[in-house]
Each structure stands twice: as structure tokens, then as C-alpha cells.
């Protein structure tokens, strides 16, 4: 049974702002070092931080929380399977919320062109 869905669109020029500003402290505040690496492999790295970006507001909105709740977006992991497939690795509060909720599936897809990145997060029991 689906019991939560979240949508969300990032536009990267904002995003490469603040990563210009504020580079290594807020990458490490709000990514894990496998998701950087990925990032920082193409040549667009800004897009690919804004899907990720996305997933992890997708997935707060998703559970009906917002940022401030207990759950910090560093904990909210995107992962590429061997095919590209994107999925969610959860740690700390945010795997909590999971298990508390008795969710069983996370679906996640993700989308970006140069401008925009945005991602789609299900919820299912
Ligand atoms: C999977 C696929 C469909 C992605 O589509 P796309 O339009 O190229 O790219 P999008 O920007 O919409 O999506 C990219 C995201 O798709 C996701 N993705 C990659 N492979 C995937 C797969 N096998 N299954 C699900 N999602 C996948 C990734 O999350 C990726 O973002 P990331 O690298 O930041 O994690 C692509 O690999 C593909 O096969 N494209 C076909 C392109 C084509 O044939 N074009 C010619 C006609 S226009």
C-alpha cells in the first residue's frame, strides 16, 4: 500500500550559489563523501547535487516532516545501483522514521537538465 509520495524541483543555479559560497562545509553538511565522489565525477556536478538534493526533500515531504524535525539530510543517502538506478540508503532518525512508520519500499527516480533537477519519492507499507 502507498502511504506517502513527495515532489521536489531544484534550481541549480541557486544551488551552485551557495556551493560556491560555501563549498566543502555545506557538501559535508548535507552530503555523504560516496555521494560527492559521484557528483564530482561529471563534468555537470552541479545537476547531479541537485537531484540528490531533491531526493532528500522528496523524502521529507514524503513522510509529511520538514527540515527541523530530527531528521538531517545528511542522513538521507542517494545510491546508483550497477544499471544508474538511484535508490535511498537511510541512516540515523531518518532510518527511525522508517521503521517506525513500518515502511517496507522506498521508489525514487530522478530527473535534471542544466537548470533543474527534480526527484520523486513513493512510500510504501
Ligand atoms: C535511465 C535513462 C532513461 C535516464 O534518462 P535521461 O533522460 O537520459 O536522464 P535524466 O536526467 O532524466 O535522469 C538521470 C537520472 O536517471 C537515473 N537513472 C539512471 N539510470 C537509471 C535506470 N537504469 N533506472 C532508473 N533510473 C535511472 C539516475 O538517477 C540519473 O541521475 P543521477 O546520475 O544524478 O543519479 C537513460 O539512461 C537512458 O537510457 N536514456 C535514454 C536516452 C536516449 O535513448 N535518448 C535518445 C532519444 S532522445
Known amino acids: ?16 550559489i551557495i ?18 565522489q559521484y557528483c564530482k565525477r561529471h563534468v555537470h556536478s552541479t545537476t547531479h547535487y541537485g537531484a540528490r538534493f531533491a531526493a532528500k526533500e522528496s523524502f521529507l515531504k514524503a ?8 531528521v538531517k539530510l545528511s ?10 538506478k538511484p535508490d535511498l540508503a537511510l541512516y540515523g532518525e531518518a532510518k527511525n522514521q522508517i521503521e517506525k512508520r513500518k515502511i517496507k519500499k522506498i ?14 519519492v513513493v512510500l510504501e507499507k
Open 1 to 16: 500500500m502507498i502511504c506517502g509520495v513527495g515532489i521536489d524541483l531544484v534550481e541549480n543555479s541557486r544551488l551552485e
Open 19 to 36: 556551493i560556491e559560497k560555501w563549498d566543502q562545509k555545506f557538501l559535508k553538511r548535507v552530503f555523504s563523501e560516496r555521494e560527492i
Open 63 to 70: 513522510l509529511g516532516i520538514g527540515l527541523g524535525e530530527g
Open 75 to 84: 542522513e538521507i543517502e542517494v545510491a546508483n545501483g550497477k544499471n544508474g
Open 107 to 120: 521508489h525514487l527516480s530522478l530527473t535534471h537538465t542544466r537548470e533543474y533537477a527534480a526527484a520523486v
